[in-house]
T-cell receptor, first 112, second 111 residues
Framework: DVKVTQSSRYLVKRTGEKVFLECVQD?????MFWYRQDPGLGLRLIYF???????EKGDIPEGYSVSREKKERFSLILESASTNQTSMYLC???????????FGPGTRLTVT | GENVEQHPSTLSVQEGDSAVIKCTYS??????FPWYKQELGKRPQLIID?????GEKKDQRIAVTLNKTAKHFSLHITETQPEDSAVYFC??????????FGTGTRLLVSP
């Protein structure tokens, strides 16, 4: 079974803090993704990576950065958290092209 | 960039009825269209997908149809059951890995 795990299920941070969200997959998938999920807005892609040390901007990259130093791990970084970044963050991974994306359980981040 | 619109936002049916969820996409270059199901409190999971060289695909009670000319695709669920209650997301792929998701449809199946 594919397993995608995220470092925290719930996280509360203060405005201006630097926040790290980590995602690990155990299936040797090439692609990894970070989405945020908000009611009525669906899943919006923040960043994705198709190889170690490679990254591509998604549809809403502003205020976020990512790091992929190892194939199995993809980190999302909020350099200075703001209240409008309060959301559910979902990580996903997949093999190469047009393959199923497997999602992690999500991290519900609250920024106060 | 690609834009995916999904309707309706909520859908209530009686057990045993059929349910249809529709999506439209903007970029004719899109060629991969998956559907994900997210049960309450759980992660999204792929339930069916279709590629642009196919007009229809079925898997037991679910089917997806694609009309490339009109740039729309639909999810059909027959003989709905309470366990079909969930949020369903359509998506379209314009580049080789990136998916653009619709805003989701909350399906409620009443016994």
């Amino acid at each position: 079974d594919v397993k995608v795990t995220q470092s925290s299920r719930y996280l509360v941070k203060r405005t201006g803090e630097k926040v790290f969200l980590e995602c690990v997959q155990d299936m040797d998938h090439e692609n990894m993704f970070w989405y945020r999920q908000d009611p009525g807005l669906g899943l919006r892609l923040i960043y994705f990576s198709y190889d170690v040390k490679m990254k591509e901007k998604g549809d809403i990259p502003e205020g976020y950065s990512v790091s992929r130093e190892k194939k199995e791990r993809f980190s999302l970084i909020l350099e200075s958290a703001s209240t409008n970044q309060t959301s559910m963050y979902l990580c996903a991974s997949s093999r190469q092209v047009y393959y199923e994306q497997y999602f992690g359980p999500g991290t519900r981040l609250t920024v106060t | 960039g690609e834009n995916v619109e999904q309707h309706p936002s909520t859908l209530s049916v009686q057990e045993g009825d059929s349910a249809v969820i529709k999506c439209t996409y903007s970029d004719s270059a899109s060629n991969y269209f998956p559907w994900y199901k997210q049960e309450l409190g759980k992660r999204p999971q792929l339930i069916i997908d279709i590629r642009s060289n196919v007009g229809e695909k079925k898997d037991q009670r679910i089917a997806v149809t694609l009309n490339k000319t009109a740039k729309h695709f639909s999810l059909h669920i027959t003989e709905t059951q309470p366990e079909d209650s969930a949020v369903y997301f359509c998506a379209a792929s314009i580049s080789f890995q990136k998916l653009v998701f619709g805003t989701g449809t909350r399906l409620l199946v009443s016994p």
